[in-house]
C-alpha cells in the first residue's frame, strides 16, 4: 500500500506566529518547505536505508543493488561447465547408456563422450545444441529468454523478496551476459520507492525550488520520472497550516514502517524548528544592532 506522510505544525503554531511577526515573512512557505525536508528524510528512510552521509548512502546503493543479484540468481541460472545443469544431463545420459547396454559394456566411457560433448557446447556457447539436447530429455523449468514474469511471480512477502524456489530454479538457454543485462537493468530500479519522496518533494511549491531534493543520492533522483507521487498543500490554512505528501509507489509500506515514517517526520520538525529559531535569533540582533545605532 502507499503511504501518506502529513507534514503537520499543529503543536508548534505558537512558534510559526513569532516567526511570521518578527520577520514579516509568508508562514505558508516556511511550512512548505519544512515538507520539503520531510521529503528528503522520508527518502532516506525509506529501505534502503541511506542516511545523511555519504558512506552510508553509498553502502545503501551497493546493498540494494546486491540484493537484486541475488533475488535474481535465485530464480535464474544459466549453464556452465560441470555446473548442476550438465551433471543432470549427464546423469540421465548415463541412466539410458545403462538401459540399453545392459552388458554395462563401456557405459564410462560413453557417459564421459556425453558429459564432454554437453561441456564443449556450454563453453562454447552453443546454445542451439543445448536447446536440442534439454528438449530431447524434457528438461522442466527451462526458457529461452529471461522471463521477467518468472522473476516478478517469485517476489513475496512484505519486502517482495525472493524466496527459496519450490519447483526449482529456471535455466535460461542464453549467453551469461543477457542474465547480467537483466540483473543491471533491475539494479537501475533501485531507489524507486525512495524516489516517490524526492518526487513529492519535487512537486511542492517553495521560493527556494532548486534545492527540492538535496541531500537524496543521485540512484534514488534518477528514478524520479519513474515515481508516482501526490501533494495536498494546506499550508495557507490558518488554524492548522500542513501539507499532506503521499508515495504512491504500491510497495512503500513493504520498504518504510509507520514507526520510521514518525522518526522521519520528527527528525524534520527538530531540524525545522532549529530553521525558525536561528532566523529569529538573527532577526533579533539585526534589530538591537539598528536601535543602538
Known sequence: MRITAIADTTDIRARLRQYAALLQKDVSDSVRRFAVVACRNLANTTQPFSGNTKETK???????????????????????????FAKALTE?????????????????????????RINGYISNGNM????????????????R??????????????????????????LILNKEEHLQRYIKKRQRMVGLTKAGWAKAADMIPTSNKGNATRGIPQWVTRNKGKA???????????????????????????????NEARKALELAKRNWVEY??????????????LAAN
Open 92 to 116: 540421465r545420459a548415463e541412466a539410458s547408456i545403462r538401459k540399453r547396454n545392459k552388458g554395462n559394456a563401456n557405459v564410462g566411457v560413453r557417459t564421459q563422450k556425453f558429459r564432454d
Open 145 to 170: 529468454t529471461i522471463d521477467p514474469a518468472i522473476h516478478e511471480a517469485a517476489r513475496t512477502g512484505r519486502r517482495k523478496k525472493v524466496r527459496k524456489q519450490p519447483g526449482g530454479m529456471t
Open 228 to 258: 508516482s507521487a501526490a501533494i495536498q498543500d494546506l499550508s495557507r490554512d490558518e488554524r492548522n497550516p500542513r501539507v499532506f505528501m503521499t508515495n504512491k509507489i504500491p510497495w512503500t509500506s513493504q520498504n518504510l514502517s509507520p
Open 276 to 289: 525558525l529559531n536561528k532566523s529569529m535569533r538573527g532577526e533579533l540582533r539585526r534589530q538591537a544592532r
Open 58 to 84: 553509498a553502502t545503501a546503493r551497493a546493498l540494494g543493488e546486491k540484493a537484486v543479484e541475488v533475488d535474481i540468481s535465485k530464480v535464474f541460472y544459466v549453464p556452465t561447465p560441470d555446473g548442476g
Open 128 to 143: 542451439k545444441a543445448l536447446r536440442e539436447i534439454a528438449d530431447d530429455f524434457g528438461w522442466k523449468n527451462t526458457r
